[in-house]
Every structure is written in C-alpha cells, then in structure tokens.
C-alpha cells in the first residue's frame, strides 16, 4: 500500500487568490497524478508530475491556472491560481503502486 | 457521449440487500477494470480490480466485466450499513498492469444502506 498524506483538509479562499496543495507519500514514486473531483462529476485528472522534468497536463488544464512542482520523489504540490468559485472542488493527488492507485484524502476547495 | 457513464443515484437499500452497480463504457482500449469505494470527506480506496472479461469474487464483493457489451457491474452481497458510500468505477487502458495510471472514473453511485 501506499501512504499519502494530503494538505490542507479543506480552504475557503477569496477569488483571485492561489491555493497551495501539498502532497507526501511515505515512499519513492515515479509519477504523482492530481485530480479534481466536482460535485456529480468523475474524477478528473489534471495533470501528470513527474520528478525532474515539466508535468503533462490533460485536455483543458494549462500550467498557468494549475503549475505543478515535484521537487523530489515523494513531494508534489498543485498550485490552483486565480480562483474562481468554478474552481470550488476536490482536489486529489494520486500515485499508482504495481496496478492500484492510492489517492491522498482530498482537499475541498471552496471559493468565495 | 462521455466515455464512463454511471448512474449517480443515490441507491438506498435496507441491511442484507444484493446490491448492483453498473458502467458502461465505449472505449473498447480499456482493458483494466476497477471499483473503488469513496467514504465521505475521504480519498477513493480500490475495492476490486478486474483485467479484461470475467467474473472476480472477494468475500461479499463480486466484480463482473463483459467486455462484448462494455458492461462492468459490482455485486454487494449481504450489504451492511458500513457498506454506505460511493462506488465509481474505473477504467485503463494500460499497456500493462504495471501502467494502469490513467484511469478513467465514473461519477460514481451513492449507496445508502439503511438498518
């Protein structure tokens, strides 16, 4: 199994400002994957963050409104910038061990 | 079309109930199959994971994919109220187990088990 500790819980946050979401897993990892979830929709992937090199965005992500660090292999971060209350979700980091992915236990981002 | 499509629910059920949960999907790539159960305020946990057609059997739980139809459905048997939670299937392509990272998710189905 794989740990991963996310953070923060939840946040309120004033539009037009940035949140920062951490995320730590308690081994090395090749890829970290985030996630949005929002309310009655799938679980979205945004973004691939592989260590050393720029994350791969899926369609409909660019690095402006959601840069990605992943200083080492087992730290990520997604940044969610000038929020909108469009933004207002869950946001989940995930990696994947052999044929499971774990996920972190999700950030709620509300935005007012 | 989206390419996962699963009822959201909410399914209420009383204690003991057989439960089904079904996808139905159109990207006939996808080989992995997955279930995973989402608890409020918690990240998804997998719950069963299927490769290609077939049926797949853990305690109470059975996940039953049918790759001809592009049907996938996960069977709950003597459901208890711990049961209560979300259910989204997922889906890979994947070149191989190792590589199942894209997934794919459903919206997922709610399911109340009540006393």
């Known amino acids: 199994s794989a740990v991963i500790s996310q953070k923060p819980s939840r946040d309120i946050c004033q539009r037009g400002t940035s949140l920062t979401i951490q995320c730590q897993v308690d081994s090395q990892v090749t890829m970290m994957f985030w996630y949005r979830q929002q309310p009655g929709q799938s679980l979205t992937l945004i973004a691939t963050?592989?260590?050393?090199?720029?994350?791969?965005?899926e369609s409909g992500f660019v690095i402006d409104k959601f840069p990605i660090s992943r200083p080492n292999l087992t730290f990520s971060t997604l940044t969610v910038s000038n929020l909108s209350p469009e933004d207002s979700s869950i946001y989940l980091c995930?990696?994947?061990?052999?044929?499971?992915?774990?996920f972190g236990q999700g950030t709620r981002l509300t935005v007012v | 079309q989206k390419e996962v499509e699963q009822d959201p629910g909410p399914l209420s059920v009383p204690e003991g109930a057989i439960v089904s949960l079904n996808c139905t999907y159109s990207?006939?790539?996808?080989?992995?199959f997955m279930w995973y159960r989402q608890y409020s305020r918690k990240g998804p946990e997998l719950l069963m994971y299927t490769y290609s057609s077939g049926n797949k059997e853990d305690g109470r739980f059975t996940a039953q994919v049918d790759k001809s139809s592009k049907y996938i459905s996960l069977f709950i048997r003597d459901s208890q109220p711990s049961d209560s939670a979300t259910y989204l299937c997922?889906?890979?392509?994947?070149?191989?187990?190792?590589?199942?990272?894209?997934?794919?998710f459903g919206t997922g189905t709610r399911l109340q088990v009540t006393l």
């Open positions: 990207n006939s790539a996808f080989q992995y």
């Open positions: 995930s990696v994947v061990r052999y044929t499971e992915a774990f």
């Open positions: 963050a592989n260590q050393g090199s720029e994350a791969t965005y």
């Open positions: 997922a889906m890979s392509a994947g070149e191989s187990a190792g590589t199942a990272s894209k997934l794919t």
